[in-house]
């Protein structure tokens, strides 16, 4: 196990959830806010400066802690490229920075989340790992096509009716990972 024993199924869901809830919360509440900020996100320089560096300490990390098997004579040669690797993308990867990095971002969260789910007995857990594949899925294209991402949120925020949709669908998500959190043991 790479991640701490206190990551739990339970606190996933629960962390998970209100993320979730307080997210989609803060879209109906302060929807022109929410719109305007997801419209410059994709090409925002800062978060992508940010979360870059977020992704590149957390492979670090990874790189660090785990068992790398055959691989670990590769270890200190990983651990000098990937500061050179984050730097670089900082500066040369200018268009979408934000976009990639945050698909990077979800690309390493699945994994301590699936692994919080992994042989549970209770179906609940199905809520948390139903989501994180389909996080997956949308941060592959992410990282390889990030326009896609610009494209969902022009999706989204053309209509009333779809933000509304949208924001309604991830609360009433979130709120069955939130109380669902509850029900394990």
Not at 34 to 39: E, I, S
Not at 57 to 78: I, N, Y
Not at 100 to 121: I, K, N, V
Not at 160 to 174: M, S
């Amino acid at each position: 196990m790479i991640y701490p024993d206190w990551l739990q199924l339970k606190y996933t869901m629960l962390g998970v959830g209100l993320l979730l809830v307080v997210g989609h919360l803060l879209a109906l509440v302060k929807p022109k806010a929410a719109q305007d900020w997801l419209r410059t996100f994709p090409r925002s320089r800062p978060a992508g400066v940010v979360l870059s560096i977020a992704a590149g300490a957390w492979f670090f990390m990874l790189v660090k802690m785990m068992d790398l098997g055959e691989f670990s004579t590769w270890r200190q040669t990983v651990l000098m490229l990937t500061p050179v690797a984050t730097v670089l993308s900082i500066l040369y990867m200018r268009d979408f920075l934000a976009v990639r990095a945050l698909g990077t971002l979800a690309l390493l969260a699945a994994e301590p989340l699936l692994e919080s789910a992994f042989m549970r007995p209770e179906q609940i857990r199905l809520l948390l790992v139903s989501l994180v594949y389909v996080w997956l899925l949308f941060a592959m294209f992410w990282v390889g096509m990030p326009y896609t991402l610009r494209n969902q949120i022009t999706w989204v925020i053309a209509s009333e009716k779809r933000w509304r949709a949208a924001a309604f669908a991830g609360l009433a998500y979130g709120s069955l990972l939130f109380g669902g959190s509850f029900l394990i043991h």
